[in-house]
């Protein structure tokens, strides 16, 4: 039952978002795997979520302002796909339009990419630099490729 899946799975997206915004990452902690994967828009990704949340929290504390607004979401087995904006109080971030695609595996998130237009600073390498790999592999330049 696909449509009973993408309308979980987005759900479980809109929970992200929302334990994003609000900057707690115990509750980001509780929506992904033990394997959760991070891949932001350089194509460079972090896996393990205790260090994922690590760079969470260096994030938030470093960007108090930081969140995501998402305009639209849509479902693609095995994937809910967002457009919006980011927000931050970052210069080198600002206010930016941007894509995320989630991977749901059962009632967890197991990857997150995004994609920012412009050059958004390489958020890995800033914030888990010994644990940041190279994911072009199996992460797509573009939001629109598989």
């Known amino acids: 039952m696909l449509w009973g899946r993408g309308q979980k799975c987005k759900a479980l997206a809109g929970r992200f978002v929302a334990a994003l915004n609000?900057?707690?990452t115990d509750a980001l902690s509780a929506l992904v795997t033990e394997d959760?994967?991070?891949?932001?828009?350089w194509r460079e990704g972090v896996t393990g979520r205790e260090?994922?949340?690590?760079?969470?929290?260096m994030?938030?504390?470093s960007d108090p302002d930081f969140g995501i607004e998402v305009e639209s979401i849509s479902y693609s087995e095995p994937f809910a796909l967002m457009r919006g904006w980011v927000n931050s109080s970052n210069p080198e971030v600002g206010r930016r339009?941007?894509?995320w695609r989630a991977r749901c595996e059962?009632?967890?998130i197991a990857e997150w990419q995004?994609?920012?237009e412009g050059a958004p600073p390489r958020l890995n390498r800033t914030f888990s630099p010994e644990a940041?790999?190279?994911m072009s592999d199996r992460a797509p330049e573009t939001p629109g490729t598989p």
Do not use: K, N
């Open 59 to 61: 994030l938030f504390a």
């Open 22 to 24: 609000a900057h707690d």
């Open 114 to 116: 995004a994609w920012a």
């Open 36 to 41: 959760f994967t991070y891949i932001d828009s």
């Open 51 to 57: 260090r994922v949340m690590e760079g969470s929290r």
């Open 132 to 134: 940041t790999i190279d």
């Open 97 to 99: 339009r941007a894509v």
């Open 106 to 108: 059962g009632t967890r």
